[in-house]
């Protein structure tokens, strides 16, 4: 009687990497960013900071993180510091 979630965002397990499919997926967020909700927009951003090699894709990201998130970035600091929601 129960029949598992399907979702247009959750990959069949076994699928492959699921930190590079979330990474595409936060690449493809960002790619259309006037679309969705800066708070997705800012997830993706963070996404892509945390699991991307490219030091430019990084840069830009984070820059687009700091435009969108109105806090003062000592507060975004301190949050990440200590483990919480950046």
């Given at each position: 009687m129960t029949r598992p979630l399907s979702h247009p965002l959750s990959a069949p397990p076994g699928s492959g990497d699921w930190?590079?499919?979330?990474?595409?997926?936060?690449r493809g967020i960002l790619a259309d960013a006037t679309q969705h909700r800066d708070t997705l927009v800012i997830l993706a951003c963070r996404?892509?900071?945390?699991?991307?090699?490219?030091?430019?894709?990084?840069?830009?990201?984070?820059?687009?993180w700091r435009?969108?998130?109105?806090?003062?970035?000592?507060?975004?600091?301190?949050a990440r510091a200590k483990g919480g929601a950046a």
């Open positions: 930190m590079q499919d979330r990474l595409t997926e936060a996404t892509v900071v945390g699991l991307t090699d490219d030091a430019t894709e990084r840069g830009d990201a984070l820059e687009l435009l969108l998130d109105r806090r003062p970035l000592h507060a975004i600091a301190d």
